[in-house]
């Protein structure tokens, strides 16, 4: 069965630094992998997805990941933090072919950028 | 650009009271998703259709709980005799069958509050 971890519970960056969300996986095949980002009181928003190809993933509003295979991990990254990146950020993965409860979410990170 | 929406986005209601929440997909997306998430956890799995077919439920999913797709369409959550424990934010996500990897696409969410 699938499962993600992420090992922090919050992050803490002042602004303008770069911020590293962590995030580690298990899945028996090829994983596909997400990051979401969740704001108060509102749905979760796709930032950007591993499907094959390039291990360094652009996304939205700056952001990218870097999928590691030997360590499988799949960090979000973003140069020069902005207060407005301060929420929750969540990594999924479910594996190639799989649908439904396939599709797992880590519990969270939360992301405070200080001004 | 119109994506995922619920009603209500809030529901109080007495404990044994029935509850249903509605979710309209975007529109082209024929995989549809029902989440449950509670405070500081990341989304649980409930229950997956693809048009109008109800393909997988989770064990979490309890008798008291319904989802319906009649016309592949939008989906219906009903929560019957609801119990405190049911309190959460309940999601619902949409997904194409093709070209994106079921990129699942989120909506507001409804939260209930159960007294």
């Known amino acids: 069965a699938q499962s993600v971890a992420q090992p922090e519970d919050q992050v803490n960056v002042a602004e303008g630094n770069p911020l590293t969300v962590k995030c580690t996986y298990s899945?028996?095949?090829?994983?596909?992998l997400f990051w979401y980002v969740q704001y108060p009181n509102r749905g979760l928003q796709f930032l950007l997805k591993?499907?094959?190809?390039?291990?360094l993933v652009k996304g939205s509003y700056g952001f990218e990941a870097e999928f590691n295979k030997s360590q499988t991990s799949f960090h979000l990254k973003k140069p020069s933090a902005l207060v407005s990146d301060s929420a929750l950020y969540f990594c999924?993965?479910?594996?190639?072919?799989?649908?439904?409860?396939?599709?797992?979410f880590g519990p969270g990170t939360r992301l405070s950028v200080l001004p | 650009d119109t994506g995922v929406s619920q009603d209500p986005r809030h529901k109080i209601t007495k404990r044994g009271q029935n509850v249903t929440f509605r979710c309209d997909p975007i529109s082209e997306h024929n995989r549809l998703y029902w989440y449950r998430q509670t405070l500081g956890q990341g989304p649980e799995f409930l229950t997956y259709?693809?048009?109008?077919?109800?393909?997988?439920k989770s064990r979490l999913l309890s008798d008291r709980f319904s989802a319906e797709r009649p016309k592949g369409s939008f989906s219906t959550l009903e929560i019957q005799r609801t119990e405190q424990g049911d309190s959460a934010m309940y999601l619902c996500?949409?997904?194409?069958?093709?070209?994106?990897?079921?990129?699942?696409?989120f909506g507001p969410g409804t939260r209930l509050t159960v007294l």
């Open positions: 999924a993965v479910r594996e190639e072919d799989n649908y439904g409860q396939n599709f797992v």
């Open positions: 259709f693809q048009n109008e077919a109800q393909l997988e």
């Open positions: 899945v028996s095949g090829n994983p596909y």
């Open positions: 591993y499907i094959t190809g390039d291990n």
């Open positions: 996500a949409s997904s194409p069958t093709i070209g994106t990897a079921d990129t699942q696409y």
